[in-house]
């Protein structure tokens, strides 16, 4: 199973893919991903902001994982 950066969040433009055998093994994998790569993204927020976007973005992530394999 995979899934592409890309289809997260477009404009970031950006070629990862994430891949794994199961939906949480993508998931995590994607995950640790923004966290090294796109932790700009997180910049100025608050940590219940940060929180908030965390848990939309597994989300996110385990439903795209779900429709694209
Ligand atoms: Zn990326």
Redesign the pocket.
């Known amino acids: 199973m995979k899934l592409e950066?890309n289809a997260v969040v477009p404009d970031?433009g950006?070629d990862?893919v994430a891949s794994g055998d199961t939906v949480d093994a993508v998931h995590d994998d994607m995950m640790a991903?923004?966290g090294q790569?796109?932790s700009d993204l997180m910049d100025g927020m608050s940590e219940a902001e940060m929180a908030r976007a965390g848990q939309e973005m597994s989300e996110r992530i385990k439903e795209l994982v779900r429709a694209n394999n």
Do not use: K, R
Request: aromatic share 12%.
């Open positions: 950066c970031l950006c990862y991903h923004g790569v796109h």
